[in-house]
């Protein structure tokens, strides 16, 4: 999976430095939903027919009197099981701790909570299986696309068989997820979704998502804009054959592809990471920082050189009684793993230091441990994703 670095600091930094998001959240602004995929994207025959009522009678059944559903957010409320699945009846597909809104702050709390939703995704995961085996099809693609949105049990991230099979049973994932981000805030339980299906999307970017990738980085939403530069990356993927066999790229699932983009593509790519590089947002200019690397271009070199001297950095939680603090700076790491495809070495400048030495580490940065700006504060919003690589 593309990487991230867990809320908890003690973790190692994974390869592709994607970073803390999940901690007291503000509201959302911006813009999240003009372009669709059209029906014929990838909806198989044997999912029209066995959707066809749910297709026919979403609005009416979610008593929907708001603006037009687009197409893809009625195809993702039918097959998720929005409009029929008794999973759905407190607004979210599946159950966590509603105590996590005010606890997020406490470490100790969200540890029992993440526990919590742990276990909450095994059982889940436990009926998904019991309705596979007893061919109620509709129930296993409904709990199979949950534990697909699944965020928060980051241990249970590495199974990829529930993706694997709503793929397999013809459902098109990627217009579910571009369905739930096209709906309106108000329509009951896809907002809470925003964040996890951005992450889908930006795992699995494709040219066919392009346009919407290209409009998602102008969102407002920080978490939502960073994804999709990074999903502009992977879109924009370039090999090269001076690349060093340990620059990770291997680790990516998907596996990462060159898809031969037009000038123009590239261009309209090339501006939006430009303008993540410039952002005032942390998360935006790491994802910048990846999306660089893998795009290869001219300006990629020299661009990661000024985000490996970025100042942000985020400072692990006191603990009393012991003087040492991870420091982490996250634009750098994502910079220095990205160089590390042109040959170029540089410190990410992280590390566990105490007293002068983390006075000295710190001095000349700019603290963002608490920077929640632009970002959502509903649980599902916290995602995590894995690497099966990392760096020291």
Same mark, same amino acid.
């Given at each position: 999976?593309?990487?991230? %670095? ?12 994607? +970073?803390? @998001? ?5 509201? %959302? ?24 009522? $749910? ?15 687009? $197409? ?41 909570? +993440? ?19 007893? /061919? ?23 199974? @990829? ?11 098109? @994932? ?14 009951? /339980? ?20 392009? =346009? ?52 123009? $593509? ?36 020299? %661009?990661?050189?000024? +985000? ?21 700076? =996250? ?35 700019? $603290? ?6 632009? +970002? ?5 919003? @916290? ?7 990392? %760096?020291?």
């Amino acid at each position: 999976m593309i990487a991230c %670095l867990r809320t908890n600091l003690s973790a190692r930094m994974s390869v592709c430095a994607f +970073l803390i @998001i999940c901690c007291p959240m503000c509201s %959302l602004s911006g813009t999240h939903a003009n372009p669709t995929l059209q029906s014929s994207s990838g909806t198989s025959q044997e999912i029209n027919l066995l959707f066809d009522d $749910e297709f026919q009678q979403v609005q009416t059944k979610l008593k929907w009197h708001g603006e037009r559903l687009t $197409e893809d957010t009625v195809y993702a409320a039918a097959v998720s099981g929005l409009t029929w699945y008794s999973g759905w009846e407190q607004h979210r597909l599946f159950s966590l701790s509603q105590d996590i809104k005010d606890n997020k702050t406490d470490p100790n709390k969200r540890d029992l909570i +993440l526990r919590e939703a742990e276990d909450d995704y095994q059982l889940r995961h436990s009926a998904w299986q019991t309705a596979k085996r007893s /061919g109620r099809k509709k129930e296993a693609i409904a709990l199979g696309i949950s534990l697909v949105l699944a965020s928060g049990a980051d241990k249970t991230r590495h199974d @990829i068989s529930p993706y694997q099979f709503v793929r397999a049973s013809g459902v098109d @994932i990627e217009r579910v997820c571009l369905g739930i981000l096209q709906a309106p805030e108000s329509l009951k /339980g896809f907002a809470n979704y925003w964040y996890a299906a951005a992450d889908i999307l930006s795992h699995h970017a494709n040219p066919r998502l392009l =346009p919407y990738l290209l409009h998602l980085a102008n969102s407002d939403d920080t978490f939502l804009r960073s994804r999709a530069v990074a999903g502009l990356g992977i879109v924009g993927f370039q090999n090269r054959s001076a690349d060093p066999p340990d620059c990770g790229h291997h680790a990516f699932f998907p596996p990462l592809h060159e898809y031969g983009l037009s000038v123009g $593509e590239r261009k309209l790519l090339m501006k939006e990471l430009i303008e993540g590089v410039q952002s005032d947002k942390y998360l935006i200019r790491a994802a910048a920082a990846l999306a660089l690397s893998l795009v290869a271009e001219d300006q990629s070199q020299p %661009l990661l050189l000024k +985000l490996s001297k970025d100042r942000a950095y985020i400072l692990s939680p006191e603990i009393k009684g012991n003087k040492t603090r991870q420091i982490s700076f =996250p634009v750098r790491l994502a910079a220095a793993i990205g160089l590390k495809r042109y040959g170029v070495s540089v410190n990410g400048g992280s590390g566990e230091f105490s007293g002068k030495a983390l006075d000295a580490a710190k001095r000349g940065g700019q $603290e963002v441990t608490n920077d929640h700006r632009n +970002l959502r504060k509903d649980p599902e919003s @916290i995602v995590t994703l894995e690497s099966s690589e990392e %760096l020291e």
